[in-house]
Each structure stands twice: as C-alpha cells, then as structure tokens.
C-alpha cells in the first residue's frame, strides 16, 4: 500500500545538472529518514545522501559539494539536486524512505547517465 514513485533522472553532459524526485504515497504514519542510493554496474548500492525527518543532512564524500539532498513534508517528496555532474555518477539511483513503525520502503529505481 505504500509507493515510491521517482522521476528527474535522464542523459546528460559532464558538467550538467538533475533534479531527482520521489514522491510518497499510500497508507502510512509519517516519514522518518529518506535517502538516495546508487547503483552502478558490477558495483554495490552505495549510500548517495540522507535527510532526517528534523532536517539534518549527510553525503557520500564523493558527492559532498555537487549533491543537495531536500524534503517536502507536506508533499512526502525527497529532492536530490545533482550539479557539476561526472562521468563516474551514472548509476541507477534509488529512493529510500523510512516509515514509522513499518520499516524501509525503495524506489523502483531511476537511470542517470552523464557522457563525457
């Protein structure tokens, strides 16, 4: 009954910027942590960014600077604002939500892919 439904990810060029987007919806208290992973190929997901639900933030090292992770309570929507992108952010990137009292919940997974 809970679904995550992501947008934003694309082909774009070094140096360029997206804009991910994961909304929220179903039958649920609230929404504790969010985050975005990635998953390139032959390699493990790896944490990108997370917020809070009080708003606090933190970033792979590889992102810090470039990524801005951000929060809509009201629209139960997670942002990821990728700027300055590389070659080496193609990945699938997946959305993570933490609910009260159920657990975790991801994202069926959006493709971002930046060309030199």
């Known amino acids: 009954q809970v679904q995550l439904v992501e947008s934003g990810g694309g082909l774009v060029q070094a140096g360029g910027s997206l804009r991910l987007s994961c909304a929220v919806s179903?039958?649920?208290?609230?929404?504790?942590?969010m985050a975005w992973h990635r998953q390139a190929p032959g390699k493990q997901r790896e944490l990108v960014a997370a917020?809070?639900?009080?708003?606090?933030?933190n970033y792979a090292d590889s992102v810090k600077g470039r990524f801005t992770i951000s929060r809509d309570n009201a629209k139960n929507t997670v942002y990821l604002q990728m700027n300055s992108l590389k070659p080496e952010d193609t990945a699938v990137y997946y959305c993570?939500?933490?609910?009260?009292?159920?657990?975790?919940?991801w994202g069926q997974g959006t493709q971002v892919t930046v060309s030199s």
């Open positions: 179903g039958n649920f208290f609230s929404i504790n942590a």
């Open positions: 917020i809070t639900s009080g708003g606090s933030t």
């Open positions: 993570k939500v933490v609910l009260t009292w159920t657990g975790d919940y």
